[in-house]
């Protein structure tokens, strides 16, 4: 079994910042060879995806959180980040990590973002 783990999400002011971790666990021994994404989901809104890193660590972003979040990694803890800086209003979602493996995609419960004054 594998199992995924989101943390770090919370209620933040516009403006702020939150760094969410995604921690693998179970029969998954390195995630260094799996390319991982950050999704979010809002209520009434499709899933999105937000960042993706490969397992040669390059980077995609939505242009909606380019220049405002970072994704990373660390194969040693298993666990991929994401760095939200310079929160907005719209960036209110649950966020999800996904873990792409050769044979099929693990995802983890997600973590509540929510930004709000």
């Known amino acids: 079994q594998v199992q995924l783990v989101e943390s770090g999400g919370g209620l933040v002011q516009p403006g702020g910042s939150l760094r969410l971790s995604c921690t693998a666990s179970g029969s998954i021994f390195s995630i260094k060879n799996m390319g991982v994404g950050w999704f979010r989901q809002a209520p009434g809104k499709e899933r999105e995806l937000v960042a993706d890193?490969?397992?040669?660590?390059?980077?995609k972003y939505a242009d909606s959180v380019k220049g405002r979040f970072t994704i990373s990694r660390d194969n040693a803890k298993n666990t991929v980040f994401l760095q939200m800086n310079s929160l907005e209003a719209e960036d209110t979602a649950v966020y999800l990590c996904s873990l792409r493996g050769t044979l099929k995609d693990y995802w983890g419960r997600g973590t509540q973002v929510t930004v709000s004054s």
């Open positions: 890193i490969s397992p040669g660590d390059s980077t």
